[in-house]
């Protein structure tokens, strides 16, 4: 049964689709090989990346992130400074040990191929594995595909290649089998199954529940309540840590050659030096909708974004590009609001994470499919809704400022300078979080009801992601990553 917690993965920056999501793909091929007893017939492994993974997947860390995979790391738990220093371990002896178990050749620059001209049509995150024994005979072969989010899908060897700028033919994507991920469907045993924003909120009206209770319900339904409320716990305390290393990290500088300073020790300084603004006394529903703190909500995005850019323990929500935006909001409800508590933060990730399935199963949380309005955009939406919960918004309500937060996205690209997650990822993080908060602000001052509804805004994103041209999408081919000089 699929899980809306699954929207929150603890992993490793820098991006979702681009790190976490080749890494969980390298462990599943070499996890498949040792189930079937081929790791040790195995000599040498060769990875092709196709389409944006091959654009920007140096930027991204995606061949280190294949390399860690390989040797059995997995993201959540993978030692984030091995991971940095992996390919020069691996080149000191041209070695790399798969699975953990087996030391195999690996010439970096003959086994890690980056496809530029290539892609596969039904996703443009295809990564090829191969393995071949001492003789150089093909001893297994498997295609997998990075979906966003770090969520990823397997393919096989003969899946339709196009070149890197054709449009896939119809019927050869993902998105042409149901307009979105069927992956991301409730098992039977979910009481209150819903595909839709309408439908969501309709089962709320008709069992007299928030969202919040209703998601609930669902997870509650094959796994006990304990281990739904220790995996959200886990969540929030990954959140918090990274708000905490990024505000007070010694670091001065991001890796990847723009030389792009980290912001938050410093505004972190200044804030905290007149922290009495925190939990002023005023009641929660006063605190949005009467003041901003926007400082502070720039300052807990920038850290979590910085962390993630850094190569850092992030909480991928729904995706690594947007990770800073629902950690900023959560924080802006924990230290502006005087009765803010543990229950409110359940109550605000299970309605994020219900929004968030919608955006998954109905369109897509990938930037190298939809552009940035996949990322950011939904994240915002997702930041919106759980924030308005929490101030006790109606079903309504919390579909309303959802909806607003995403329909002010809408056609944003992914065009990232010099393929990092930096530029503008990380200022377009604290943005958001802050148009998160001023779509509760309108909604709340509403009964709830609306024009354009969330699914309208969900469908008009996915059709503005197959429009928009692919230069647009995670590859560094257009936009700011074209217009900004590299020096």
Not at 49 to 71: F, I, P, Q
Not at 77 to 96: F, G, N, P, S, Y
Not at 381 to 407: F, H, K
Not at 469 to 484: C, D, H
Request: hydrophobic fraction near 40%; proline fraction near 4%.
């Amino acid at each position: 049964m699929f899980s809306v917690l699954d929207m929150f993965t603890i992993g490793v920056g820098p991006s979702s689709s681009h790190t976490v999501g080749p890494m969980v793909a390298a462990h599943a091929f070499v996890a498949s090989m040792r189930d079937a007893g081929l790791v040790e017939r195995t000599d040498r492994v060769r990875v092709t990346l196709y389409g944006s993974l091959s654009l920007t997947g140096l930027g991204h860390g995606t061949d280190r992130a294949v390399m860690a995979g390989l040797e059995g790391n997995v993201p959540a738990t993978v030692d984030t400074q091995h991971m940095l220093r992996i390919r020069e371990t691996c080149a000191l002896d041209d070695t790399l040990n798969l699975a953990g178990v087996r030391r195999i050749g690996f010439d970096y620059d003959r086994d890690m191929v980056f496809d530029k001209w290539r892609r596969m049509a039904a996703h443009p995150n295809g990564m090829r594995f191969q393995a071949f024994d001492a003789d150089g005979n093909l001893v297994d072969e498997q295609v997998w595909y990075s979906i966003g989010g770090g969520f990823i899908r397997r393919g096989a060897p003969d899946d339709l290649m196009i070149g890197i700028h054709e449009r896939p033919p119809e019927g050869s994507s993902f998105a042409d089998e149901d307009g979105g991920d069927s992956g991301t469907d409730f098992g039977p045993e979910a009481p209150y199954p819903f595909s839709s924003g309408s439908e969501l909120v309709a089962l709320c009206r008709e069992h007299h529940l928030s969202i919040a209770e209703l998601v609930w319900a669902n997870e509650t339904a094959t796994r006990s309540a304990v281990q739904v409320r220790t995996d959200i716990d886990k969540v929030w305390r990954v959140m918090r840590e990274c708000v905490d290393h990024g505000c007070t990290s010694t670091e001065t500088v991001l890796p990847g050659g723009l030389d792009v300073p980290r912001r938050a020790p410093r505004m972190y300084e200044r804030l905290a030096s007149n922290s009495d603004v925190l939990k002023r006394g005023r009641s929660r529903r006063d605190a949005v909708l009467e003041s901003s703190d926007a400082a502070w909500v720039n300052l807990f995005a920038l850290a979590v974004s910085e962390e993630n850019a850094g190569g850092g323990r992030i909480v991928t929500a729904p995706t690594n590009g947007s990770a800073g935006i629902i950690p900023a909001v959560l924080h802006y409800y924990w230290h502006f609001m005087d009765d803010a508590n543990e229950e409110g933060v359940v109550t605000f990730l299970l309605t994020a994470g219900a929004i968030g399935y919608l955006f998954k199963r109905n369109a897509s949380i990938s930037g190298a499919e939809v552009g940035c309005q996949g990322e950011v955009g939904s994240a915002c939406s997702m930041a919106a809704a759980g924030l308005a919960a929490v101030l006790g918004g109606t079903p309504e309500q919390v579909e309303n400022a959802a909806e607003i937060g995403i329909e002010h996205n809408l056609g944003l690209t992914c065009d990232p300078v010099g393929g990092l997650v930096q530029i503008p990822c990380i200022e377009r993080n604290a943005m958001a979080a802050n148009t998160a908060i001023n779509a509760v602000r309108m909604a709340m001052l509403g009964d709830g009801s609306h024009i354009v509804t969330l699914d309208q805004a969900i469908e008009t994103m996915r059709e503005t992601g197959e429009d928009m041209m692919a230069k647009y999408k995670e590859t560094s081919k257009g936009g700011l990553a074209v217009n900004v000089v590299e020096c």
